[in-house]
């Protein structure tokens, strides 16, 4: 009985514990959901919180880079469009010249020269160096920083950089041009009574190549160019075909290129029929230009000559002027009640600029993006779409003005002083 009732007792007891263990696991099932739910919810929470944080992050980043462009496209349109009222003298110097006395512009500053000195003056106005030359009819050219005076007419061409005297070259024959590389190599065109020559100097003097022409044979040279680094050069020379007067465009090659090319000539253009040639120069290492009485040829030159680029120029050409990137025209302009039209072409022959003037100029120049002209009077500054962005009286007659680099600074000089201005 003792064991029945045992057992009865045994019996219920073992269930109950099965019962509250059972009911102890599903309330840990049911936990363990709720967690398992909580969680879910926890980390899409999280991951929508993150996926929030990396928009707000991106659409600050495309914000900062709208900022940026915006930025880096209107701050130069901004600069290229300020206009300017008046000028203020920065520094100003006696000018006690003689009337020989020329300036051109050089790095930040100016050369001055004339038959008996060539002197070079810093952006302050001060002299960095003066050297005595001797010279009837100096003709002055510029590439980067090196300097070439030579005597037309006469034999002796001296080269300078911003250092000073880096030698002396005596031709020996009558110079009618003369051009110079950016270390100091010099191009002079020579005559001669049979023939004409074509030499490259070295600082030194020595001489480094030859290029002879005869009239009968290759004509005379009207102009000669050469590329800043003095491996190549271009020559226009006029000769006579028949009863016509013609002109041929001639590219020279002085590297290795040109040592198996006849004469070092690898291309020759004779296209221009009965138009003169008068005017071809480098504007910068692959792109040369030649100027004719009624035509712009831009040509490409690596090494060899492509087919240029004709633009035909319908008024007559009264002035060009070049920079490194850009060819200025100032046309006679018959068709306006304006005097002049001003053309500007970038290398690639695009017209990026065309404008019509009324004003008696005696300069244009470059100065970057900006176009510089002056007169006695005073001078005018515009921007390459043609937008006059300052128009200036002087009260002294102005002899020249010069570039120094920087829109709005300038070298004004007259008969009294020599001038640092400041645009305003």
Not at 194 to 219: C, F, H, P, Q
Request: a negative charge.
């Amino acid at each position: 009985m003792a064991d029945i009732i045992s057992g009865k007792f045994g019996l219920k007891k073992n269930n109950r514990s099965e019962d509250i263990t059972d009911s102890e696991a599903l309330d840990a099932e049911l936990d363990a959901d709720e967690l398992a739910a909580a969680a879910e919810e926890d980390l899409e929470d999280a991951q929508v919180r993150v996926r929030n944080h990396r928009i707000k992050i991106g659409m600050g980043i495309a914000l900062a880079i709208v900022l940026v462009v915006i930025f880096v496209i209107a701050v130069p349109i901004i600069k290229d469009n300020i206009t300017y009222s008046g000028y203020s003298v920065v520094d100003s110097v006696n000018c006690d010249d003689s009337e020989s006395t020329k300036y051109i512009s050089y790095l930040d500053g100016y050369i001055k020269y004339s038959n008996d000195g060539v002197s070079y003056y810093n952006g302050k106005g001060v002299a960095v160096w003066n050297q005595t030359v001797s010279m009837s009819n100096p003709q002055i050219k510029v590439c980067h920083d090196a300097v070439a005076v030579g005597d037309i007419n006469g034999s002796t061409i001296c080269v300078f950089n911003k250092t000073g005297m880096l030698g002396t070259v005596d031709t020996s024959l009558a110079i009618s041009q003369i051009e110079v590389a950016k270390q100091g190599v010099v191009a002079a065109v020579l005559e001669d009574n049979e023939a004409n020559y074509i030499n490259l100097y070295n600082t030194d003097g020595s001489r480094i190549y030859s290029v002879k022409t005869s009239l009968a044979g290759d004509g005379y040279p009207l102009d000669v160019s050469i590329s800043d680094d003095a491996t190549k050069l271009v020559a226009s020379y006029l000769y006579v075909s028949g009863e016509n007067v013609k002109t041929n465009v001639v590219f020279y090659n002085f590297s290795d290129v040109g040592q198996n090319e006849t004469e070092r000539v690898v291309g020759g253009f004779n296209h221009y029929d009965s138009t003169i040639v008068g005017d071809v120069t480098f504007i910068n290492k692959t792109t040369a230009v030649a100027i004719g009485e009624n035509v712009l040829s831009i040509y490409t030159i690596k090494e060899y000559p492509k087919e240029p680029k004709d633009i035909a120029i319908e008024n007559e050409i009264d002035r060009v002027f070049f920079s490194d990137q850009y060819i200025g025209l100032v046309l006679n302009n018959s068709d306006s009640t304006d005097m002049y039209k001003l053309q500007v072409y970038d290398t690639s022959g695009k017209k990026v600029c065309e404008s019509t003037f009324n004003m008696q100029y005696d300069g244009v120049q470059f100065d970057g993006k900006s176009i510089v002209m002056y007169n006695s009077s005073g001078f005018v500054v515009m921007n390459l779409n043609g937008k006059v962005l300052a128009d200036l009286s002087v009260e002294l007659p102005l002899e020249k003005i010069l570039t120094t680099g920087t829109r709005g600074k300038y070298v004004m000089v007259n008969s009294k002083y020599i001038q640092n201005i400041k645009l305003k």
